[in-house]
């Protein structure tokens, strides 16, 4: 199951796991990244609570966890080269996975039609 939240960020989900990173659409908005800050493994977050940190040559943006849990991994492939996120946002450039407090609480978040209506 694809979300997305209004605050650009998108989810997978597989049980109670979350794979979390940016859009291509906050990629393509920030510009080119040159540092990528993630939480540490085994840290915990509220919906909404700063939870990595980008910065390109154009500013410094937060990354929010989307939904309550615990960070379970992180992507350190980023962190070495930020770049990958403007290259595939969307895929090999996540950003932590998430494991969820409540798995039926990603039903409120938005799903890729409504999304990319968001973003029109």
Request: hydrophobic share 45%; net charge negative; proline share 4%.
């Amino acid at each position: 199951m694809l979300k997305f939240t209004e605050e650009h960020e998108w989810l997978k989900i597989e049980g109670d796991v979350a794979t979390v990173g940016i859009t291509e659409h906050a990629a393509g908005q920030l510009g080119d990244l040159v540092f990528v800050e993630l939480p540490e493994a085994g840290a915990s977050f509220a919906r909404g609570d700063s939870a990595a940190t980008v910065e390109s040559v154009k500013a410094a943006s937060d990354v929010y966890c989307p939904l309550d849990g615990e960070i379970v991994e992180v992507n350190q492939a980023i962190v070495d080269d930020p770049s990958l996120v403007n290259s595939d946002p969307q895929g090999a450039a996540w950003f932590f996975k998430l494991k969820l407090a409540d798995p039926s609480a990603a039903n409120a978040l938005l799903d890729e039609a409504a999304y990319k209506e968001l973003v029109a």
